[in-house]
């Protein structure tokens, strides 16, 4: 694996073997995701709209399986923070504001996500057996 993919120094575990164009790709894609405290308060507030106890919020390491832990909520909306400290300051102050915080308080993630607590979930289908 080449030693400057942001994937596997950002998360240590990027499985792929990717040639130069996509690990470009790859590098710019994280960059662009990745934002700031304030910019994820200000967007969370702008979606909320007062509303926080309409909403749960949590942090993850794996968006990708917690969200699917929660059953595919279709409300679900996620942000890259710049760091975990900066994830459970932006938990902290909307759980404050009595916003449901999903998950324990110990949970450590960079991916801050929120969803509404009476949100219908994606069922999707199971293959015929």
Request: net charge negative.
């Amino acid at each position: 694996m080449v030693s400057f993919c942001p994937v596997l120094l950002r998360y240590g575990n990027c499985k792929q073997r990717c040639p130069i164009q996509i690990l470009l790709l790859c590098f710019a894609y994280e960059w662009e995701k990745m934002a700031s405290r304030t910019v994820i308060i200000d967007q969370i507030e702008k979606t909320v709209q007062g509303k926080y106890q309409e909403w749960q919020i949590g942090v993850t390491d794996d968006s990708a399986s917690r969200k699917a832990q929660l059953g595919n909520p279709i409300s679900w909306l996620q942000w890259l923070a710049e760091s975990e400290d900066d994830a459970a300051q932006i938990v902290n102050h909307f759980a404050d504001k009595g916003m449901h915080q999903v998950g324990s308080v110990e949970e450590r993630g960079d991916f801050v996500y929120i969803l509404l607590i009476d949100n219908p979930v994606l069922k999707l289908g199971t293959p015929e057996e």
